[in-house]
């Protein structure tokens, strides 16, 4: 039988390649309009906004290249993007097999829960780096047409893995929820939920004078202290992988104490 691991990455190859390539395409054509920016094409249009808005949306400082990236790019469209490739993936990792009735057949084989479980979300993570390393790509091979040489390829580099680790979490989410529920309906409203709450959380918290909630968010420890600017946030991507970590252990505790659905 092939690696479980190596089988999902090959069954999920259009999926994975359509959301590398459509990340890729739309983070670099969005990145194009910098120029237009910083020459102040923009600027009375932000100007419009209000200042909570602007605060909330970190336009401040759109007309620098890591204010404008940080933003529009890498603030909403990217991310969103990223995060709907994990939440797919996780939700189709346990929940979406069970639903389906493949579960069954795949276990009736010599593969553990845990094995299945570990190999699924390695190939989440495989997959999740392949589209931020795509990303990485796109940004550095329009970086100089775009004027975006202010960033070096070090903070590009940083705020990829940061982008890698923001949905390999959610997909682990996913993931976790599917484990424990074996419902497929149950894996994608509930880690979406999170994710709109997660990315509201840090967006508002400031507004409503609540910057603690911010920690609460994985969105903070993914873009919040500016990899743009700051280059690798380690402690960030610490957390980041930890509850990764803590939330792989309690899907495998979960998925080995329950009875598959049937």
């Known amino acids: ?16 390649a359509g959301f ?17 920016v910083a020459d102040g094409a923009m600027g009375q249009a932000v100007e419009g906004f209000s200042p909570a808005l602007r605060e909330a949306l970190n336009m401040e400082d759109i007309a ?24 797919a993936t996780g939700t189709r990792a346990v929940a979406g097999d069970e639903e389906a009735g ?11 829960r845990t094995r299945l479980l570990l190999h699924r979300c390695g190939a989440l993570t495989v997959g999740a780096f392949t589209l931020a390393g795509l990303v990485l790509l796109a940004m550095l091979a329009v970086r100089g047409s775009a004027r975006l040489e202010t960033i ?6 940083a705020q990829c893995t940061a982008l890698a680790l923001l949905a390999t979490l ?15 309906a149950a894996a994608l409203g509930g880690s979406a939920g999170i994710g709109v709450l997660g990315y509201v959380a840090n967006t508002f918290a400031g507004q409503i004078s609540a910057d603690a909630i ?15 600017r700051n280059g690798f946030q380690w402690a960030d991507l610490g957390i980041l992988s930890a509850t990764i970590a803590v939330l792989v252990l309690v899907a495998l505790t979960a998925f080995n104490r329950r009875d598959l659905t049937s």
């Open 1 to 16: 039988m092939p690696d479980v691991l190596t089988k999902t990455l090959w069954d999920s190859r259009r999926s994975l």
């Open 20 to 36: 590398a390539v459509g990340t890729a395409l739309v983070g670099t054509m969005y990145a194009g309009f910098y120029p237009q």
């Open 64 to 87: 620098s290249a890591a204010g404008y990236l940080g933003s529009s790019v890498f603030g909403i469209i990217v991310p969103l993007i990223a995060v709907s490739y994990g939440i």
């Open 102 to 112: 493949y579960l069954d057949l795949l276990l009736a084989h010599p593969v553990s």
């Open 152 to 157: 070096s390829v070090d903070q590009f580099a």
């Open 170 to 184: 959610f997909g682990t989410i996913a993931v976790t929820i599917g484990a424990a529920t074996g419902s497929r």
């Open 214 to 228: 911010r920690y609460a968010s994985p969105f903070h420890y993914y873009i919040g202290n500016e990899p743009l």
